[in-house]
């Protein structure tokens, strides 16, 4: 398993260090070779490294920016969501609101309508009466010379008695 984990790592090792060589600083370091010679064994290791290097920071950079972008667009999504989540409360408190002062109204319309029918049953019996009352009287009218006594219902007492 350590040789498989370190020939793995070898393998990436040599992979960097291929896309090193074939960087514009690999290119110009072997164009600067060609054009003044060979510097000695170690600065070439030193410069290797540094390539190395550096293109290893490269990719941390790139990777931390595609990370920012993303925290950017993450963030913006998240202010426009709170700006909907305290436009929806607002809305939600209007709505209470409203849904209040519909009940209230509801209650008061309940009890007036209450209060008509109570007064309109009052005219139907008042109504009711006058009618009852206007029979009688013209009953009483047609039939005065008759000398027969208006019937009276059962229970019911003349206002006046004679």
């Known amino acids: ?6 020939n793995s790592q070898l393998k990436s090792f040599q992979d960097r260090m291929k896309r090193v060589e074939e960087s514009l600083l690999s290119t110009d370091y072997k164009k600067h070779i060609q054009e003044h010679g060979s510097p000695s064994p170690f600065w070439e ?5 540094l390539h190395f290097v550096i293109e290893m920071k490269n990719e941390h950079i790139h990777s931390l920016d595609k990370k920012l972008l993303h925290l950017e667009t993450v963030e913006e999504r998240n202010l426009l969501l709170e700006e909907k989540v ?3 409360q607002q809305e939600n408190e209007d709505l209470q609101v409203r849904t209040q002062n519909h009940l209230l109204m509801a ?8 209060v008509a029918r109570g007064a ?15 029979e009688e009287l013209l ?4 039939n005065a010379g008759d000398g027969t006594p208006f019937p009276m219902a ?6 006046i008695a004679t």
């Open 139 to 142: 009953y009483r009218v047609l």
């Open 154 to 159: 059962a229970g019911e007492v003349p206002l």
């Open 107 to 114: 209650r008061q319309l309940s009890e007036e309508l209450q």
């Open 1 to 6: 398993e350590t040789i498989q984990a370190l």
């Open 45 to 49: 290791q030193e410069l290797e490294s």
């Open 120 to 134: 309109l049953e009052k005219e139907a019996q008042l109504l009711d009466q006058a009618r009852r009352e206007k």
């Open 86 to 88: 305290k436009t929806l």
